[in-house]
């Protein structure tokens, strides 16, 4: 049984064999089995089958002889041109291995580290001369120092810094002693940057200032008040924004050398209880309306304590 489509609907419909006219049951049109539908499918190609030889090209005659010298010749210019390379890139190196002594590194040193430079020291004949600003800090050479630097004893080297003070100006009085941190020898370390340091006050300094005040626009040190702190190598001198009155009945008027050290007043202080242990102490000098006396209190990173007075003519024999 064939199957072919309507020709109208496109419906499939059942070809007996030897019937040319077939009925569509769905839209009941009669369609011929020998006319072309277009829902018929195309014919099958034709098959047709194919004969040896039928499409194969037609070989080209040729020359045996010519064949050979193409090849002769190409293998010539293929040996001409391994001869070149082997000329341009050399023998090839043996295949036995060669022993390679390893050259050791060189040590590398160290770089060497340059030494700070030395600042330039002013000589201590220069400072009466120059006008020290509050925001100067000259570096001054003043040798003759009692003590290392590791044990500065300012109670010890007092003269040594008073003359430091002379040269600035002859008049010059000391105010105050400070140091901060200091052992309980009364010693303190220059090495470890401590604050030590003592102020002085000029008479002839403010007058000087008075009268260049009237001509000069701006007095760089119109307080006169100096500061003096030793350095490992040298002294620092500045200039204190607050200057220290000279009237006799206040708090601030000059101090005296005092008679006693500061370790003779630390171990005065332990005999009588009053010292409370820390590994570093700070101590002032000055003087009130009662006379000068030494401020013992707790000194740089310790634990606070009450202040300590003590007079520094505690031992005086008497």
């Given at each position: ?9 496109g419906?499939?419909l059942e ?5 040319s006219?077939?009925r569509?049951?769905?839209?009941g ?24 030889g039928?499409f ?7 020359n ?11 293998m ?7 001869a070149?390379?082997f ?9 036995v291995?060669?022993?390679v ?11 060497t580290?340059r ?18 600003g509050?925001?100067?800090t ?24 008073q ?9 010059a ?12 020898d ?7 940057q401590?604050?030590?340091?003592m ?11 008075s009268?260049?005040?009237q ?8 307080s ?54 820390r590994?570093?102490?700070s ?13 013992i ?9 009450p ?10 024999a008497?």
């Open positions: 049984m064939a199957h072919i489509a309507c020709s109208r609907c419906a499939p070809l007996e064999v030897g019937q006219i077939v569509c049951e769905f839209c049109a009669e369609n011929e089995v020998g006319r072309s539908s277009p829902f018929a499918p195309p014919p099958p190609p034709a098959i047709y089958p194919l004969q040896p039928a194969l090209p037609a070989r080209a005659p040729g045996p002889a010519i064949v050979g010298v193409a090849v002769v010749l190409v010539f210019v293929l040996a001409i041109a391994g070149v390379m000329l341009l890139v050399g023998r090839p190196t043996s295949s291995p060669v022993a002594t390893a050259t050791p590194p060189k040590p590398v040193s160290p770089p580290l030494p700070p430079p030395t600042p330039r020291l002013m000589p201590l004949s220069a400072i009466h001369d120059i006008q020290i509050i925001m100067d000259p570096e001054v050479d003043v040798p003759g120092r009692i003590g290392a630097d590791k044990s500065f004893d300012p109670v010890a080297n007092w003269d040594w810094m003359s430091i003070a002379n040269a600035w100006w002859d008049d009085k000391p105010f105050e002693l400070h140091a901060d941190p200091l052992a309980t009364g010693t303190a370390d220059l090495t470890g401590p604050n030590v340091d102020t002085f006050v000029s008479k002839k300094c403010r007058a000087a200032v009268a260049r005040a001509t000069a626009t701006t007095s760089r040190d119109s006169c008040t100096l500061r003096v702190a030793p350095k490992p190598a040298w002294v620092e001198l500045a200039i204190e924004s607050i200057a220290a009155d000279f009237n006799a009945a206040s708090a601030s008027r000059p101090i005296g050398k005092p008679r006693c050290t500061l370790g003779q007043a630390f171990t005065a202080l332990d005999k009588q209880g009053r010292l409370t242990k590994p570093r102490y101590v002032r000098y000055e003087n009130n309306v009662f006379g000068s006396f030494f401020r209190s707790n000194g740089q990173n310790t634990a606070s304590m202040d300590l007075s003590i007079s520094p003519s505690f031992c005086i008497k």
